[in-house]
């Protein structure tokens, strides 16, 4: 193991491995959590057209420009317009349309009253309608294009397609992007006392945790899992599962446990030596012992940790800005704040903490997620946290009220 290094220069090897994955043209409905090789440019304008922002009546400003309630206008209605319609009645002096919110204005209107602007209402409004409020010339008419040109960009390169993105998409007439293939992300588990989730622990054996916690956190980060897998603390194990992955077409292969120092280390017994997997001294907590490299395939290889604070630490600190930048993501790190330490805590000593941590945001404090410290085995901790506490690793101490820079993860 090499000597300790920052988590800036860990970082920093990882992503000088990654390489932006292929781009592919797929079919907007396709592309949910899929990350833009190219802009989408909108099609048409938004609005399409001119419509009514309200239910009411379709009318020209001047002719209702002195109406009030002590001097209502009276106004004959000569149309009808509900939305889907492509009506467009020629308005004259005097005259109305009965409107619904999201129909074309005509051409010859220039503001819409509001039903609770004038007497009588939807009930009577089919032959006259007097009008109690004089509208502004273009009150409640949303104008085509105030939202969007077609030919402007509607999502950057770069930018996921989230529900937000995709209905924007839609809304701009787009039919079909440009993607990068989502990375496909082998999940391995080493420890020999390891049970599958739903066996019945026995002393020396415990539940896989980290399994399904990698697997949840790969397809949060819109990466495929296309394994899964247990082995035992056995080199030749670590080996056969690696080339399993590889056969599957894996871009990248996360281990935990077998990458530290002790006697049996299986990921350590199948790749040191090799020189295509380095293993580190990290100078953080927890999360210290950190493997990474790329095999001859290109496979990018992580081992981390086995405690599930470590895993969940290391995941979110160096495999997800990876997977993100496999997948030409503009953003790749959580947001961070600054919040003020609502409890007081240790911090080890030379290393940056990571700490799973509880964030009040009416008093913009943060405390440890559990009462037993930071230790990287406290897996139930993991339940109530949604951030990550990160503390320098000059800080020999946490008191309340100090302030604290916060990943936000949940």
Partial sequence: MSARRTVEEQLARVLDAVRTLDVEQVALQDAAGRTLAADATAAHDIPLFDNSAMDGFAVRAQDVSGASAATPVTLRVIADLPAGVADDPALGAGEAARIMTGSPAPTAADAIVPFEDTAGGLADSLGEVQVLRAPAPGAFVRRRGADLRAGDTVVH????????????????????????????????????????????????????????????????????????ARVADEADAVAAVTADAVSRGADVIVFTGG????????????????????????????????????????????????????????????????????????????????????????????????????????????????????????????????????????????????????????
């Fill in 157 to 228: 390169a770069g930018e996921r397609l989230g529900a937000f993105q995709l209905a924007a998409a839609v809304a701009a007439g787009i039919d079909r992007v440009s993607v990068t293939r989502a990375p496909r992300v082998a999940v391995v588990s080493t420890g020999s006392e390891l049970l599958a989730p739903g066996e019945t622990p026995t002393r020396g054996r415990i539940p896989d945790s980290n399994g399904p916690l990698l697997q949840q956190l790969v397809a949060d980060a819109d990466a495929d899992v296309i394994l899964v």
């Fill in 259 to 410: 990458v530290s120092a002790g006697a049996y280390e299986p990921v350590r017994g199948a790749f040191d030596g090799r020189g295509e997997v380095e293993f580190a001294s990290v100078a953080m907590q927890p999360g210290k012992p950190q493997a990474f490299g790329a095999l001859g395939s290109g496979t990018l290889v992580f081992g981390l940790p086995g405690n599930p604070v470590s895993v969940a630490v290391s995941f979110e600190v160096f495999v997800r800005p990876a997977l993100l930048a496999l997948q030409g993501r503009a953003e790749i790190h959580r947001p961070h704040a600054s919040f003020t330490a609502g409890a007081d805590w240790t911090t080890p000593p030379g290393r940056r903490q990571y700490l799973p941590a509880v964030v009040d945001l009416a008093t913009r404090t943060v405390r440890p997620a559990t009462a037993g410290g930071s230790g990287s085995h406290l897996a139930g901790g993991l339940a109530r946290a949604h951030a990550f506490a990160i503390v320098p690793a000059e800080v020999e101490r946490v008191a309340v009220g100090d302030p604290i820079d916060v990943m936000l993860v949940g």
